[in-house]
């Protein structure tokens, strides 16, 4: 027990736990021995208003004391309540402050993503959620968008944050699923215990924002479902999860729920893509053709769907895609030619359409200038190579092995000055190698000029 000394209001000793008592607490026994009401007054330590905060921080915590002295001061009614008032208004704005820092880290957290530098945006993740465990928001997410609205009664001006109300509810949530995201991508599989507590506590908070089964989401969304990307991605993630963790029961129903829902979002007569960027599906069990409610995402910029069952021709509408960068596509079951559309693709970077039954030949006005990496090996191409790729200037890597390509091998294949795979492997080709060729001085010549005469006819 400690001893502190009262004057003023009351004089006199009171007996403490320093270690258990709170500010309110210390107002209530000394408005007590005062015969006065709690918010009528005012304790003062060491020349410090002692303030209630949010009512949970002891007294030793404060720095107080044994044989701290403290004076109580009174106030009128309508001061006292003016001061808890203020002292609300100021827990709140910290909690919002704290809140649009955790969302500027998030913000940034996504666009190292983006970059594929996992590791670094592991490390600003947690600092976002450091920010909000200290401010205790993780478990209070509706409390915290209440926090911004009230902050509209004090100051007009808050209005310029009341976006972030709604964004607020479910980010912590949507941060700690990114969190599991990296590590996954980060392949440490030391991270499975971690990452399943973060995929519960994810998993409470939507419910808690969301309403159980995402009623409250739906409602608001005039009977949409919203939501069910989101779920999509989570249930993916608790299913990698639970498979590496050994529990096979609950990653299967995990992965068949994700399925069910990707098969819901794909199959909705109104499914909106309008702003979807990238969309990554590779390595699953998918089957199909490419989804057509793609068709409208005119921003795409990239599509990987490879190692799945899709089938079908490819959709025309890819040619619409003039942002598109990546199209990764390789391992599936798509067939028949290219659609003339493809010629539209002037940003494409990356195509692998390899081991699939594409057949028919390369469009001859298929020349993106910036296209790198050209992977179409293992389909059922046919005819000659013509001007395909003439104008392509940044290509590094031409795989068009495997297929039924004849003819010669044209001149103008030595012209692309930054070409250093070249691979011909079992194809109908015949004649001689370009002399052209060797002016390539960063093509691989011990490996893929020997792979361009191999099993052809030279």
């Given at each position: 027990?400690?001893?502190?000394?009262?004057?003023?209001?009351?004089?006199?000793?009171?007996?403490?736990?320093?270690?258990?008592?709170?500010?309110?607490?210390?107002?209530?026994?000394?408005?007590?021995?005062?015969?006065?009401?709690?918010?009528?007054?005012?304790?003062?330590?060491?020349?410090?208003?002692?303030?209630?905060?949010?009512?949970?921080?002891?007294?030793?915590?404060?720095?107080?004391?044994?044989?701290?002295?403290?004076?109580?001061?009174?106030?009128?009614?309508?001061?006292?309540?003016?001061?808890?008032?203020?002292?609300?208004?100021?827990?709140?704005?910290?909690?919002?402050?704290?809140?649009?820092?955790?969302?500027?880290?998030?913000?940034?957290?996504?666009?190292?993503?983006?970059?594929?530098?996992?590791?670094?945006?592991l490390e600003v993740l947690t600092m976002g959620e450091t920010i909000h465990e200290k401010h205790e928001m993780v478990d209070c997410d509706v409390d915290v968008t209440f926090?911004?609205?009230?902050?509209?009664?004090?100051?007009?001006?808050?209005?310029?944050?009341?976006?972030?109300?709604?964004?607020?509810?479910?980010?912590?949530?949507?941060?700690?699923?990114?969190?599991?995201?990296?590590?996954?991508?980060?392949?440490?599989?030391?991270?499975?215990?971690?990452?399943?507590?973060?995929?519960?506590?994810?998993?409470?908070?939507?419910?808690?924002?969301?309403?159980?089964?995402?009623?409250?989401?739906?409602?608001?969304?005039?009977?949409?479902?919203?939501?069910?990307?989101?779920?999509?991605?989570?249930?993916?993630?608790?299913?990698?999860?639970?498979?590496?963790?050994?529990?096979?029961?609950?990653?299967?129903?995990?992965?068949?729920?994700?399925?069910?829902?990707?098969?819901?979002?794909?199959?909705?007569?109104?499914?909106?893509?309008?702003?979807?960027?990238?969309?990554?599906?590779?390595?699953?069990?998918?089957?199909?053709?490419?989804?057509?409610?793609?068709?409208?995402?005119?921003?795409?910029?990239?599509?990987?769907?490879?190692?799945?069952?899709?089938?079908?021709?490819?959709?025309?509408?890819?040619?619409?895609?003039?942002?598109?960068?990546?199209?990764?596509?390789?391992?599936?079951?798509?067939?028949?030619?290219?659609?003339?559309?493809?010629?539209?693709?002037?940003?494409?970077?990356?195509?692998?359409?390899?081991?699939?039954?594409?057949?028919?030949?390369?469009?001859?006005?298929?020349?993106?200038?910036?296209?790198?990496?050209?992977?179409?090996?293992?389909?059922?191409?046919?005819?000659?190579?013509?001007?395909?790729?003439?104008?392509?200037?940044?290509?590094?890597?031409?795989?068009?092995?495997?297929?039924?390509?004849?003819?010669?091998?044209?001149?103008?294949?030595?012209?692309?000055?930054?070409?250093?795979?070249?691979?011909?492997?079992?194809?109908?080709?015949?004649?001689?190698?370009?002399?052209?060729?060797?002016?390539?001085?960063?093509?691989?010549?011990?490996?893929?000029?020997?792979?361009?005469?191999?099993?052809?006819?030279?």
């Open positions: 027990m400690a001893k502190l000394k009262i004057a003023s209001t009351w004089s006199g000793d009171l007996q403490v736990e320093l270690e258990q008592w709170t500010v309110p607490m210390l107002r209530e026994e000394v408005a007590k021995q005062s015969s006065m009401l709690p918010e009528t007054i005012n304790l003062i330590c060491a020349g410090k208003v002692l303030k209630d905060g949010d009512g949970s921080e002891k007294l030793s915590q404060l720095g107080i004391k044994n044989n701290a002295k403290i004076l109580a001061t009174r106030v009128s009614a309508d001061e006292g309540k003016s001061l808890v008032a203020e002292e609300e208004r100021s827990r709140r704005l910290t909690r919002v402050k704290a809140m649009m820092m955790g969302l500027m880290l998030h913000a940034n957290a996504k666009k190292l993503i983006r970059r594929q530098l996992y590791k670094d945006a926090d911004c609205f009230h902050l509209l009664n004090f100051n007009p001006l808050m209005n310029l944050i009341t976006w972030l109300c709604f964004q607020l509810v479910d980010n912590i949530p949507l941060l700690q699923i990114d969190m599991v995201w990296c590590y996954f991508m980060l392949r440490d599989i030391s991270w499975l215990s971690v990452a399943g507590m973060h995929l519960q506590k994810a998993r409470e908070g939507i419910e808690r924002a969301h309403g159980k089964d995402s009623f409250r989401m739906r409602l608001l969304q005039a009977g949409r479902h919203p939501e069910l990307a989101l779920h999509l991605r989570m249930e993916l993630l608790e299913g990698v999860v639970a498979y590496h963790s050994g529990q096979f029961d609950k990653s299967r129903k995990a992965l068949t729920s994700a399925q069910a829902k990707f098969f819901q979002i794909f199959s909705a007569a109104n499914f909106n893509l309008k702003y979807l960027l990238r969309l990554r599906l590779d390595g699953n069990h998918f089957i199909g053709k490419t989804p057509q409610c793609l068709c409208n995402s005119f921003d795409l910029a990239g599509l990987y769907l490879s190692d799945n069952h899709l089938y079908g021709r490819i959709p025309n509408w890819l040619g619409n895609m003039s942002e598109l960068v990546d199209l990764i596509m390789p391992n599936n079951h798509l067939q028949g030619p290219f659609p003339p559309e493809f010629c539209q693709l002037q940003n494409l970077q990356v195509l692998n359409l390899a081991e699939n039954n594409i057949s028919g030949n390369l469009p001859s006005c298929f020349n993106p200038p910036q296209i790198q990496q050209v992977h179409l090996s293992r389909n059922k191409l046919h005819g000659q190579l013509k001007d395909a790729f003439f104008n392509s200037s940044s290509l590094v890597t031409l795989d068009l092995g495997y297929n039924r390509f004849k003819g010669r091998i044209l001149n103008w294949i030595g012209q692309l000055s930054k070409l250093t795979y070249l691979i011909f492997t079992h194809n109908n080709l015949e004649g001689e190698v370009p002399h052209l060729l060797c002016h390539l001085e960063q093509l691989c010549l011990k490996c893929h000029i020997y792979c361009a005469i191999w099993n052809n006819y030279a």
